[in-house]
């Protein structure tokens, strides 16, 4: 037994530490021996992954031989891009006039903007998914709709014109015979020569006069 461990020193002790072992110092020898040799077993093992979990406030650290294995899910909704359903509004330019749109199918998560901020103002009803447009100043404006969870090319665009009263336009026979009765159409123009929407004026307060007494309008 003394003769193996001396040929297993030579191989990993200095020859100097051999000449001066004696029995006495046999013990230590022998387990200077195992702890080199239990050194190089562990030098030899191929390295092993390790995973570091902090506590509880990040004061603990625990290592562990294996990787934590986990899963997760996630739910789609798969959704097609956001419609209006007009991309043109004329407006007329009265603060108790109102115009809207309809924003149809995206995800419902919408963010509304215009190109300026002085011609119309803009609110976005989220139960309903319309928008609002009011008039502050005449001249025109582009509101965009933006899809806060798909990635498109560009927004969706309406074009909002505000606009005064531009021209009245008054359609009526030349002639008529005493006792009839006729039929005038007016139509009130926006500064781009389009009628204005039916419901817009009785914001406008006209009045139909007439410059001589020999018809009557009612």
């Known amino acids: 037994m003394v003769a193996e461990n001396t040929t297993l020193e030579q191989s990993l002790l200095p020859h100097h530490m ?27 093992r191929p390295a092993q992954p390790t995973l570091q979990i902090k ?16 899963t997760t899910s996630l739910e789609l909704l798969l959704v097609e891009d956001i419609q209006v359903n007009t991309h043109t509004i004329c407006i007329y ?3 108790l006039v109102t115009a809207t749109f309809t924003i149809g199918k995206g995800s419902g998560y919408f963010y509304i903007n215009s190109s300026v901020s002085n011609i119309a103002g803009t609110a976005f009803q989220d139960k309903k998914r319309t928008v609002v447009v009011f008039p502050l100043h005449s001249g025109t404006v582009t509101v965009m709709v933006y899809d806060l969870c798909l990635a498109l090319p560009e927004p969706v665009k309406v074009n909002v014109h505000v606009s005064d009263i531009f021209h009245v336009d ?11 009765n006729i039929k005038a159409y007016v139509r009130v123009l926006d500064s781009a020569r389009k009628p204005f929407m039916v419901q817009y004026l009785a914001y406008m307060n006209l009045e139909l006069t007439s410059s001589s007494h020999v018809v ?3």
Not at 19 to 33: E, M, R, S, W
Not at 170 to 180: F, L, N, Q, R, S
């Open 18 to 44: 051999l000449h001066q072992a004696t029995v006495k110092h046999l013990d230590g020898i022998l387990n200077c021996f195992w702890e080199r040799l239990w050194e190089r077993q562990q030098a030899a």
């Open 55 to 70: 506590g509880k406030q990040g004061r603990e650290q625990r290592e562990h031989s294996t990787l934590a294995h986990v």
């Open 93 to 95: 330019n009265h603060p």
């Open 170 to 180: 008054v359609t009526v026979v030349d002639k008529v015979e005493i006792g009839k």
């Open 216 to 218: 009557s309008i009612k």
